[in-house]
Nanobody, 127 residues
């Protein structure tokens, strides 16, 4: 059974940076596409970024493009989300997710392709 554990959240001022980590265990991490999603209070969960199993392709929401970077280290079974130039609207609980089955690449931004989710880590950006 695959388990995901996020870390690295916290409180940061506008313009600051954070790096989130998501450590996977119990599966074949190197074969999974991985994604980051977030959910702000009163809002639906939304896609943030995703990366293919090899790390060769990455995908971003328009709201975070050029500010956030997703990358992975398959030797460490870990996926990261480097967040720069943070804004108050980035405040949310951030979740990492693993796609355990194959799917059409066009669906990589959709939560439904991800079968395994972490517990989330809070990111708060103060103005």
């Amino acid at each position: 059974q695959v388990q995901l554990v996020e870390s690295g959240g916290g409180l940061v001022q506008t313009g600051g940076s954070l790096r989130l980590s998501c450590a996977a265990s119990g599966g074949t991490f190197s074969s999974y596409a991985m994604g980051w999603f977030r959910q702000a209070p009163g809002k639906e969960r939304e896609f943030v970024a995703a990366i293919t199993w090899s790390g060769g392709n990455t995908y971003y929401a328009d709201s975070v493009k050029w500010r956030f970077t997703i990358f992975r280290d398959n030797a460490k079974n870990t996926v990261y989300l480097q967040m720069n130039s943070l804004k108050p609207e980035d405040t949310a609980v951030y979740y990492c997710a693993a796609a355990l089955s194959s799917f059409a690449t066009s669906a990589i931004r959709q939560a439904l392709v991800y079968e395994c989710w972490g517990q989330g880590t809070q990111v708060t950006v103060s103005s």
